[in-house]
């Protein structure tokens, strides 16, 4: 079971390389294009989804000749981020009854979809389209289910750890130029700590060496003092 999941998910990606010359992508909506005997789906939502929040899907069916539109809805799916299973989340009814369409002429509307909290990795959708054709001689009817990738899900928890990892780099870059900063006063103190220290060690020494030289001068006087006689 768990093969089939994995299998699946590997299609899913396979299939959205195959159709991307399909996809049109900007930096806001991503279009999806079906095109298949005389019939056109345009399927638009935004480019960046993420989970628990609503988005705003546009349908549009047009007819490339005149036909007939049985039916035609889409199917939402996305992955569980607990179990990983395939989970289809909702269904956009476009149309239930038939409806016929003239060369040229469409069928639009939006449809608000929230996203459930837990999906994770890829949200994809099916097309499930039935049109009929009549023709002067017979009639021809047509039935498809097309899988399109609607866009990949944004990992909030992802998204958090990658914001902190910003926040903690920049703090690291502040503590640094404090440290360097303090590094600096710490020399520049210690450098006039040591001006200072020679300075007061030169005074010291001139001191002593000038009394020593008083006290020289001092007992010399003394000795040459004459001898008084009495």
């Known amino acids: 079971m768990k093969g089939c999941k ?43 989804i993420r989970p628990d929040q609503t988005i705003t899907i546009n349908v549009t069916v047009k007819a490339l000749i005149n036909l007939t539109i049985d039916w035609i809805w889409i199917e939402l799916y996305t992955f569980h981020n607990s179990a990983t299973d395939e989970t289809m989340f909702c ?12 060369s040229g002429q469409w069928l639009n509307n939006t449809y608000d979809v929230p996203i459930p909290q837990y999906a994770v990795n890829v949200l994809y959708g099916k097309i499930v389209l039935k049109w009929t054709i009549e023709g002067t001689e017979e009639t021809t009817t047509y039935e498809r289910k097309s899988t399109f990738i609607m866009g990949y899900l944004k990992n ?14 920049g703090e690291n870059t502040k503590l640094r130029g404090n440290l360097t900063e303090l ?48």
């Open 6 to 48: 994995i299998i699946t998910l590997i299609m899913l990606t396979s299939l959205a390389v195959a159709i991307s010359g399909k996809v049109i992508a900007s930096t806001f909506v991503h279009i999806h294009k079906f095109s298949f005997a005389g019939v056109e789906v345009v399927i638009e939502n935004p480019y960046e």
């Open 91 to 102: 269904n956009i009814t476009h149309l239930l009854t038939p409806m016929a369409l003239s």
């Open 156 to 169: 909030l928890e992802l998204e958090n750890l990658k914001n902190e990892i910003e926040r903690l780099k």
């Open 183 to 230: 590094l600096n006063n710490l020399t520049e103190i210690k450098n006039r700590y040591e001006g200072e220290l020679n300075g007061t060690r030169s005074t010291v020494a001139v001191l002593a060496v000038t009394t020593l030289f008083f006290l020289a001068t001092t007992a010399y006087l003394i000795m040459r003092k004459p001898k008084e006689y009495w």
